[in-house]
Nanobody, 124 residues
């Protein structure tokens, strides 16, 4: 079992930055692929970024490449999402997820554990 708790969301102006954190419980954190997804009102949950055990194995949605950076600290059982140059389209509830796919998967179905989400609102 893995429990995930997100933090760091808030209201920011377009062009600003936020850093999301996801604290995970459990001793086997290192074995999980960690992902960030987001969901805007009236839309389906969509992939943002994912990272496997080794930090060089990452995957990003095209819409956030060059602006967002995912990282993890295995010693602290925490995964981060640094979000720069934020746009109004980035608004939504951001969810942290954990799963055991072969790589940093973009599929919602590959993740077994989910946090409660943290709201990110970007004003224009």
């Amino acid at each position: 079992q893995v429990q995930l708790v997100e933090s760091g969301g808030g209201l920011v102006q377009a062009g600003g930055s936020l850093r999301l954190s996801c604290a995970a419980s459990g001793r086997t954190f290192n074995s999980y692929v960690m992902g960030w997804f987001r969901q805007a009102p009236g839309k389906e949950r969509e992939f943002v970024a994912a990272i496997k055990y080794f930090a060089w194995r990452t995957n990003y949605a095209d819409s956030v490449k060059g602006r967002f950076t995912i990282s993890r600290d295995n010693a602290k059982n925490t995964v981060y999402l640094q979000m720069n140059s934020l746009k109004p389209d980035d608004t939504g509830v951001y969810y942290c997820a954990a799963g055991v796919p072969a790589g940093p998967s973009a599929s919602v179905n590959d993740y077994d554990y989910w946090g409660q989400g943290t709201q990110v609102t970007v004003s224009s």
